[in-house]
Every structure is written in structure tokens, then in C-alpha cells.
């Protein structure tokens, strides 16, 4: 009898945890790992496991391959969490495995949630794993390399595990319906891919989750035909209302991020959020809306607010780090920052004029004193000659009309165009700022200014 049998009647536990897979050919998903020739499909296969942390976000598989390892080798597994396990537990798990030692077996020591050990736990574990007393199987939706004992990492392997595709999680949903003994398959459920591509979309590659909503969406099934059918509209109960207007490549998928981001560029949070919230609820892709965010804030806030980049590229990876329901929180982070901030298309105005200005001029010259001289003959040439450091020149600006950088062959232009709202503002000083310099360099140049007077020059804004 398995642990599944032993632990749980069939109708009284979840469907994720019915479903889980008991060999690896039944695994779905981290092909980098489990495919054949991959790592952990040889130590299943030679039954040698060694000692590996997991890492990757909730649902994707962690617990299930440590099970299905010590199944596949004949281990026996020890399964603590490191929020409910103390220095107590640990040694008793020890005590446990030298007792399998002496009765030859080996111990694999599932520890969930590893980042949250303390030292002293740390400590108390280490010269077991050192020893070969224990294999560790560590488990972790964070870095472990912030998290983790490094005397402790350097006895493991990291393994990084992704969220699974929306194919791979449509597979898993397959399976639940089709199987018989601890799956759905004999209620003869029939789901099309429409429906079953809303629940894979809805989970946000967590296959915990979407076993989670299938099982909840087949309390909404319909008779028909002397089966049940699981309609699109029964996952107005399990998703919200917004599901049955999802179509990757319908409108209304791309009509709600678009309203998403005008309602950024307007500096309208609330309607931003509620475009998001339906469009997440209904089976949307979170990741297409931080990458939306992510051009919001080159486009439409730009220098008015620097941070706004940098905040969205650390709204993306939270998600990616923390998994789909604590990562959500991530991105409304990014979304109200990028509507309150000030607004600011300078750069998308600039970049357009730029790439207009070389389209119309492809072959534009580099001035010789920027030019690399890497040998003799181009230094024989004038290549680099007068350049002028910025860093050894007053005010850290080379100052003069003559060494703008601009490309010799190319009529002049201004293409950046600070606006005043918010940073840029400061920016737009400093342009100010150095074109003054320039001016007083120029003057300085045609005799009309002393030179010292240009050294000195006017104090940064």
C-alpha cells in the first residue's frame, strides 16, 4: 500500500494530492531534469541520490520528485518543514536514519521551506549531511544562495525548477480527468481545450493550483449525452465571471491590456487595478502584464521617475520568485507606482527621432578623436586624437561645441527634450546647464571670453 493509500481515502484527499505522480515517467514538467539523460533521472535510475536543493516557485513539483527519489531508490524518507522542525526534530530524523543504517538501508531527508533554518539548525544538520548519514533534499521558493548555510550549499546541488507551461499544466489537467483510480475518470468528464487552456492560464504554472480549480470546476459540470460536460461557463464559479471572455487571441484579452495601460499613462491606479484584477481572475498571463508594465515605464514615465524601471524588472522577478498568488501583489506594487508617478514621454519621442534621423542618414561618420586606436597606423591617422576626458575636465564636462560627439556627417539635432514633471525636471537643468558652458567655451574659443572665466564656469544646478 502506498503513502497515499495509507494517509488518505480516496474521496477524503485533494485531487493535487491524489494525482501525484508515483514514478517519473509520470512526472510532468523540468524535462532539464527528469528527461532521459538528465540528472535526476540517472540517480533514479542507478538509485544513487545525492544530496540537491530544489529551488523554484509553489506547484511546480518539489516534494513530488523528493518522494518519487526515495521511492525509485529504496530510501527511506524523512519529511520535515523547516517552519514546524526544531534542533529536536532533526536529531530525532537522525537518530532515525543511523537505526536504517544499521538495518542497511539509506535516509533521504525531505526538508521543505530550507531557507527558513536558523543557524543552529544549520549547524545541527550539516555533519550528518557531511558524513553521508542523510541525504538532503532541500526544498525552497528563495534564493538559496542568500538563505542557505554556505557550508551547508557546498555539500548540495541547486537545482532551479520553472513553472510549468501552459502545455505541460493542460497535460496534468488531462490526466486528472482521464484517470480512474485516483483521478476523476470515472465520472467521464469531457472538457474542451478551450476550458482546459482557461484553467492552465488561471493557475500561473502552479499545478497544485490548477488540479485545485479543476477539481472546484467540476462541482459546475453538466449532464449531457449520459456523461458529464465541464462548461466554459461553469468557470464563472471558479475563476470569476471575466473566464469566459478569455481568448488568447480574442479581443477582449488584448482590449483589457490595453485599458491596463492607458489607465497607467492616465495616473488612474484604481482603474488600472481593477483591469488587472479581471484580467488575472479570468486566466490572463501576469507575465504579459509586467512585461506591459515594463514598457510603461520607458514610454510613458520615463526620467520623470528612474525608479520606475528597475521597480518593474523587481516586480517581475518576485513573481517569478514567490509564485503566482503572492506575486500578483508584486506587480499591483509596480502598476500603482507606475500610475501615481510623474509622466514623461521624452524618451519614446527621443528614440523614435533618433532611429528616424539614421534612417534618413545610414551612413553616418564617427568624429576621428572618438575613434579606437588600437595600432600605430590608426594612431598615425588621428584616431583619438583630442579627445578630452570628461573626468580630468571642470565641472567633469568637456565643454565647447567642437566636442559634442555629435557624427560629422549628420545635420544637428536635439533629440531629447527633458520634460519639466517630476526627476526630469533636474534633467532638463543640467541640459540647460551644460549648453551655457558650451556657449561660454565657444565665446571663450573666438576670443570674446577669457579662458579661466570658462574653467570656472557656473556652479551645477
Known amino acids: 500500500m502506498d503513502l497515499f493509500s495509507q494517509q488518505h481515502g480516496k474521496e477524503s484527499a485533494p485531487l493535487a494530492f491524489r494525482m501525484r505522480p508515483r514514478r517519473l515517467d509520470d512526472y510532468v514538467g523540468q524535462q532539464a531534469l527528469v528527461g532521459p539523460g538528465k540528472p535526476l533521472r540517472r540517480m533514479a535510475e542507478t538509485a544513487t541520490v ?19 527519489l526515495a521511492n525509485e531508490s529504496g530510501a527511506e524518507l524523512e519529511h520535515l518543514s523547516a517552519v514546524m522542525a526544531g534542533v529536536k526534530d532533526i536529531r530525532a530524523a537522525v537518530e532515525r536514519a543511523r537505526l536504517g543504517q544499521s538495518q542497511g538501508r539509506s535516509t533521504l531527508l525531505f526538508l521543505d521551506e530550507i531557507h527558513r533554518l536558523n543557524k543552529s539548525q544549520q549547524d545541527a544538520l550539516l555533519p550528518h549531511v557531511e558524513s553521508g ?24 546541488r541547486v537545482y532551479v525548477l520553472k513553472t510549468l507551461s501552459e502545455d505541460e499544466l493542460v497535460q496534468v489537467l488531462r490526466q486528472a480527468l482521464n484517470d480512474n483510480e485516483h483521478g476523476l475518470g470515472e465520472r467521464r468528464i469531457h472538457a474542451d481545450a478551450e ?14 493550483r ?21 462548461p466554459r461557463e461553469a468557470l464563472h464559479e471558479v475563476i470569476g465571471h471575466q473566464a469566459s471572455a478569455f481568448d488568447k487571441q480574442g479581443d477582449h484579452y488584448y482590449d483589457l491590456l490595453s485599458a491596463i495601460h492607458k489607465s497607467i499613462r492616465s495616473s488612474r491606479p484604481n482603474a488600472a487595478l481593477a483591469y488587472m484584477a479581471q484580467f488575472m481572475q479570468g486566466g490572463g498571463d501576469p507575465l504579459d502584464v509586467v512585461r506591459r508594465l515594463t514598457a510603461i515605464a520607458s514610454e510613458d514615465v520615463g526620467n520623470a521617475d528612474p525608479r520606475a524601471l528597475p521597480l518593474v524588472i523587481a516586480a517581475w522577478d518576485a513573481y517569478l520568485r514567490l509564485g503566482d498568488y503572492e506575486g500578483q501583489r508584486a506587480i ?25 534621423l539614421v534612417a534618413e542618414h545610414p551612413n553616418l561618420e564617427v568624429p576621428t578623436y572618438l575613434r579606437n586606436a588600437p595600432t600605430k597606423l590608426m594612431e598615425s591617422l588621428g584616431h583619438g586624437q583630442g579627445y578630452r576626458y570628461a573626468h580630468n575636465e571642470p565641472n567633469g564636462y568637456p565643454a ?7 557624427p560629422d556627417n549628420l545635420p544637428r539635432r536635439g533629440l531629447y527634450r527633458p520634460s519639466g514633471h517630476g526627476q526630469e525636471s533636474r534633467f532638463g537643468q543640467l541640459i540647460e546647464w551644460r549648453a551655457q558652458l558650451d556657449a561660454q567655451a565657444d565665446d571663450a574659443n573666438s576670443g570674446n571670453v577669457q579662458t579661466g572665466d570658462v574653467q570656472t564656469g557656473k556652479r551645477e544646478p
Open 210 to 230: 490548477a488540479l485545485g480549480l479543476l477539481e472546484t470546476a467540476c462541482d459546475f459540470t453538466v449532464a449531457e449525452n449520459g456523461e458529464e460536460r465541464l
Open 400 to 406: 565647447g561645441s567642437v566636442h559634442d560627439c555629435w
Open 50 to 68: 545525492r544530496s540537491m536543493i530544489l529551488w523554484g516557485p509553489p506547484g511546480v513539483g518539489k516534494t513530488t520528485l523528493a518522494e518519487i
Open 133 to 156: 548519514l542523510l541525504t538532503l533534499i532541500g526544498a525552497t521558493t528563495e534564493n538559496p544562495s542568500f538563505e542557505v548555510n554556505s557550508a551547508l550549499l557546498s555539500r548540495a
Open 332 to 356: 499591483a506594487h509596480a502598476a500603482i507606482h507606475l500610475a501615481v508617478a510623474p509622466k514623461s514621454n521624452s524618451i519614446d519621442q527621443a528614440w523614435s527621432q533618433a532611429k528616424a
Open 195 to 208: 476550458v482546459m487552456g482557461i484553467l492552465a492560464r488561471a493557475s500561473g504554472g502552479d499545478a497544485r
